[in-house]
Nanobody
């Protein structure tokens, strides 16, 4: 069983930045594709960004391209989401997720992820 713990959320003004972290338990972190999702009140969970188990293979939802960057440090069992130029519409609970399916490309579908963190709130004020 893998446990994921997110941190780094908070309240920020529009145009500001936050860095989310997600640390995983266990020894197999480097074999997992990692994803970030978000869910705003009354909306479905939305894919934000993902990175395959091989560093460098990343995917982003169009609305965050150029503003958000996903990265990982396998030595620290941690994946990051650097969020710049934040907008009020980025307000949501952000979740990290791990996929142990060994896929070459990290999945976009949340149903393909096996483990989830508890979420961290990001609020962007206008």
């Amino acid at each position: 069983q893998v446990q994921l713990v997110e941190s780094g959320g908070g309240l920020v003004q529009a145009g500001g930045s936050l860095r989310l972290s997600c640390t995983a338990s266990g020894r197999a972190f480097s074999s997992y594709a990692m994803g970030w999702f978000r869910q705003a009140p009354g909306k479905e969970r939305e894919f934000v960004a993902a990175m395959s188990k091989s560093v460098g293979n990343t995917r982003y939802v169009e609305s965050v391209k150029g503003r958000f960057t996903i990265s990982r440090d396998n030595a620290k069992n941690t994946v990051y989401l650097q969020m710049n130029s934040l907008k009020p519409e980025d307000t949501a609970v952000y979740y990290c997720a791990a996929d142990n399916g060994g896929r070459w490309l990290a999945p976009l579908n949340p149903n393909e992820y096996d483990y989830w963190g508890q979420g961290t709130q990001v609020t962007v004020s206008s």
